[in-house]
C-alpha cells in the first residue's frame, strides 16, 4: 500500500475498542485530506478485540457496567442505548434480548458491542470531510522505523490463509498510533497442560467458549481467578444448568461487590487525604495512613451524601481521591510501588469497579447455600497437572495448607502480560529495541509516554507513535491517579482516543509551517513561547485571547464532539471568526494567519482538556456544553 499524492497517512494498529475509538475521532477531528489506515491482524476482532467479538462471547456474557456508561462517545452517553433499542439489526437475536427494551441502569450483552462499533465507524466514515478516507487492512504489524520524523511500519499477512508463509510490506506513516490491546501472559502454573485438552487458556476465545458450552452438567470445574472474567466463564455454565462442583480459585480471596438497581456514575468530592503526602517510610506506616484516611473518607460519604447506596462508597472515594494520588504515588519509592501494585492490584481494582446483578445473582446464589456449587478457594495456584485419573489436578498453597483439586476442566484467568519488556511479540521486541518505546519506569506497567500520549523514546523524547488503552496504564496511575483495571477500562479508551486523535490531527496541520526559532510542532510551552512574543507579558495564553476565549474553548468543543459534517463546518467556520476577533492580533498578514492557527491549537487543546475532565460526569460535561436536551437539563 503505498501513498498516493501528499496526503498524510495515519496508521493505526489494532482495530478493537481503542483503535476504532480513535479512527471514529479521527475521522471527525480532521478538517483536511487524511488517510486513515486501521490495521487489524485478526479478521474477527475487528471493531471489536477480545472484549466484545462474537466469537468469544456467547450471549450469556454481558457488560460488567450499566448499557448507559457503553457509549463509544464520553460527551453522549445514552448513544449505545439509542443505538440498541432503534438502531440494532435484532435478527438472529435470542430471547430475552430479542423483545427488551434496554435502560441505562440495565444489563446489554458484550456481542453486540461489535455491530455498535461497526454502525459507528461507518457514521464516521460517511459524516468525513472530502479527502478523509478510512482504509481497513488485515495485517500485523511487526516492526516500526522512524525516519525523517516519519514512520516505516512493516507489516505481515499469511501469503496464504492458514499458511505458514508470510508476505511482508512496508507502509509509510505521517503518525502511527498503537491500539494493540492487552497482551497474554502464559501462566507459569500451567506449562505441562498448555495443550491439554481440558484446560482452556483464554476464556474468550472460540475454542473455549465451545469447551464450557459441551462440558457435562455434573463435571468439575476450576476457575483460576474470582474477579470480572471467571464470573464470566461461571456465569455461562450455571445459566445452563451445570450442578458439578465450580471453584473459584483466588490468591486473595477477592469477590467483586454488585451495584444496586438504579446505579448511576457520580463524582462527589472529597478533601484531600492529606497524611497520604507525607514521606514514605515503610510499609505497614503507610498502609495505616491509607486506612485511617479510607476510614474517614467513606464516614464523610456517608454522612454526607446519604442518597449514595453503601455497596457504592468505596467506588466514589477511590475517583474522589485520583487528583491527589500522584502526588502520594510520588512518594513511594519505585520498588516498593511495584510491590504494592503486585500485592494490591485485584483489591483496587475491586474498590473501583463493581458487576451487575444480571451477572452476580447467579453466582451468588449458587454460593450462599452449604451444598451449593460455587465455592471460593483462597489460595496460589502453584501447578496444574494431569491426573492419572485422566482429570487435571489443580495444586493449590493456603497459608494454612497445600491441597489438590481435581477437575473435569480447569479454566485460566486471563492473565495479560503489563511488563512489555517481557512481552514476546515481534512488534514489541523490535520497537523495545530500536529505542521507540519503553517499558513504564516506575510501576513496570505500560509503557513511558508524554502528556498527549505520544511514546517516549530511549532518549526520553516523544516521537510521531502514540498509544491508546492499555499500553498507558502505568502513566495513568502516576499522572492521573487511576488504578483499578485497566485491561477493559472504556472510559480510559474514550479519553485517549479524544486526546490522540486531536494531537495527531494538530501535528499534521501545523508541520508544513515554517516559524522562525519555533518549531510549530512543539508543545504547549512552544505555543505560548510564539504568543509571549506578539504580545508581551507573561504567556498567559487566555489573557493573550482576550475575553472571547472561553467561549472559543466550548465552540470548539462542540465541534469536536459533532458527528455530523455540516454541524462541524458549521463551528468550524464560527470558530475562525471568533479568532480574527480576539483582541492584540498582529497588523501584518502574515504574522496574523500564524496566530491564528496557534491560538487554534490553544483554544483546541483546551477543548481537549474539556472533553476529558474526569471531574465532571458526562451528563454534567453535556450541560456545560450546551449539549443536554430538555429532558436532560430537568434530570
Given at each position: ?14 482495530a ?15 478538517r483536511g485530506?487524511?488517510?486513515i ?12 478485540g ?31 442505548v ?30 453486540i ?8 465507524l ?15 487492512a ?10 525523517s520524523g516519519r ?10 490463509e492458514?499458511?505458514?508463509s ?8 505521517d503518525?502511527?498510533?498503537l ?6 501472559r502464559?501462566?507459569?502454573f ?13 476464556p474468550?476465545?472460540?475454542a ?6 459441551d ?16 464470573y ?26 454488585t ?10 468530592r472529597l ?5 497520604l ?6 510499609r ?14 467513606c ?6 451524601h446519604?442518597?449514595?447506596?453503601p ?37 483496587l481494582?475491586a ?18 447455600p ?23 489436578a ?8 497445600t ?6 476442566l ?32 516506575r510501576?513496570?506497567?505500560?509503557l ?27 502513566d ?54 510564539f ?9 498567559n ?15 470548539e468543543?462542540?465541534?469536536l464532539?459533532?458527528?455530523g ?11 475562525e ?16 494567519a ?42
Open positions: 500500500m503505498s501513498r498516493t499524492g501528499t496526503c498524510p497517512r495515519v496508521l493505526i494498529v489494532g478493537g475498542l481503542a483503535g476504532t475509538a480513535t479512527a471514529i475521532r479521527l475521522l471527525c477531528f480532521a485530506p487524511l488517510e489506515v486501521l490495521l487489524e491482524r485478526r479478521p474477527d476482532y475487528r471493531c471489536a477480545v472484549a466484545y467479538h462474537r466469537d468469544g462471547n456467547p450471549w450469556d456474557h454481558v457488560f460488567n457496567i450499566q448499557a448507559g456508561r457503553m457509549s463509544v462517545f464520553r460527551e453522549d452517553v445514552l448513544d449505545f439509542r443505538w440498541a433499542n432503534h438502531e440494532a439489526d435484532r435478527g438472529g437475536w435470542p430471547e430475552p434480548w430479542v423483545g427488551l427494551r434496554f435502560v441505562e441502569q440495565g444489563p446489554a450483552p458484550r456481542r458491542f461489535q455491530d455498535y462499533l461497526v454502525d459507528r461507518a457514521e464516521a466514515r460517511r459524516e468525513a470531510r472530502p479527502g478523509v478516507v478510512l482504509v481497513e488485515d495485517g500485523e504489524a511487526v516492526d516500526l522505523e522512524v525516519r514512520v516505516d511500519v512493516t507489516v505481515e499477512r499469511f501469503a496464504v492458514g499458511g505458514p508470510r508476505a511482508a510490506t512496508v507502509l509509510c506513516a503518525h502511527v498510533v491500539a494493540t490491546g492487552l497482551e497474554l502464559e501462566p507459569a500451567a506449562s505441562e497442560v498448555r495443550t491439554h485438552a481440558s484446560f482452556v487458556r483464554n474468550y476465545s472460540a473455549g467458549i465451545r469447551k464450557l458450552a462440558l457435562r452438567s455434573e463435571a468439575t470445574v476450576a476457575i483460576v481467578g474470582s474477579v470480572l472474567s471467571a464470566d466463564s461461571a456465569g455461562l455454565l450455571l445459566r445452563r444448568g451445570h450442578t458439578g462442583r465450580i471453584h473459584l480459585i483466588s490468591r486473595t480471596g477477592t469477590l467483586f461487590r451495584y444496586p438497581g438504579g446505579h448511576e456514575h457520580g463524582v462527589v478533601p484531600c487525604p492529606k497524611s503526602l507525607e514521606p514514605y517510610r515503610n505497614e506506616e503507610f498502609l495505616a495512613r491509607v486506612r485511617a484516611e479510607w476510614d474517614t473518607a464516614a464523610t460519604v456517608v454522612r454526607e446519604p442518597d449514595i447506596a455497596a457504592v462508597v468505596a467506588e466514589r472515594v477511590v475517583k474522589a481521591w485520583e487528583p491527589h494520588l500522584p502526588e502520594a504515588v510520588e512518594r513511594i519509592p519505585s520498588a516498593e510501588l511495584r510491590s504494592l501494585l503486585d500485592e494490591f492490584g485485584t483489591a481494582a474498590l473501583r469497579v463493581g458487576v451487575l446483578e444480571y451477572t452476580m445473582a447467579v453466582i451468588e446464589r449458587a454460593m450462599h452449604v451444598d451449593g456449587p460455587v465455592r471460593l478457594v483462597v489460595g496460589k495456584v502453584e501447578g496444574v497437572r494431569p491426573a492419572e485419573s485422566g482429570r487435571l489443580v495444586s493449590v498453597a493456603s497459608p494454612e495448607r491441597h489438590a483439586i481435581e477437575a473435569d480447569v479454566v485460566s484467568n486471563f492473565g495479560r502480560e503489563s511488563d512489555y519488556g517481557r512481552v514476546d511479540q515481534p512488534l514489541w521486541r523490535n520497537v523495545l529495541r530500536r529505542g521507540l518505546a519503553v517499558p513504564h519506569e510501576t513496570g506497567r505500560g513511558e509516554v508524554d502528556a498527549r500520549g505520544a511514546l517516549l523514546g530511549a532518549d526520553g523524547e516523544p516521537g510521531p507513535i502514540s498509544a491508546v488503552g492499555v499500553l498507558r496504564e502505568g495513568e496511575m502516576v499522572r492521573n491517579g487511576r488504578t483499578g483495571a485497566f485491561t477493559f477500562n472504556l472510559a480510559a479508551i474514550k479519553n485517549h482516543s479524544i486526546a490522540v486523535a486531536a494531537h495527531v490531527v494538530e501535528r499534521l496541520e501545523l508541520d508544513p509551517e515554517p516559524d522562525a526559532g519555533i518549531s510549530l510542532r512543539n508543545t504547549a510551552e512552544g505555543v505560548a513561547e504568543l509571549t512574543r506578539r504580545h508581551g507579558g507573561d504567556g495564553l487566555e489573557e493573550a485571547a482576550s475575553g472571547g476565549f472561553e467561549d472559543a474553548v466550548v465552540m468543543a462542540r465541534r464532539a459533532s458527528r459534517r455540516i454541524e462541524r463546518e458549521r463551528l468550524d467556520s464560527q470558530l471568526t471568533r479568532i480574527r476577533s480576539m483582541g492584540g492580533r498582529p497588523a501584518h498578514a502574515a504574522d496574523a500564524r496566530h491564528d492557527r496557534l491560538m487554534r491549537v490553544v483554544v483546541n487543546r483546551a477543548a481537549v482538556e474539556r472533553l476529558t475532565d474526569v471531574s465532571v460526569t458526562p451528563r454534567q460535561l453535556r450541560r456545560q456544553l450546551g449539549l443536554a436536551t430538555a429532558e436532560e437539563q430537568e434530570d
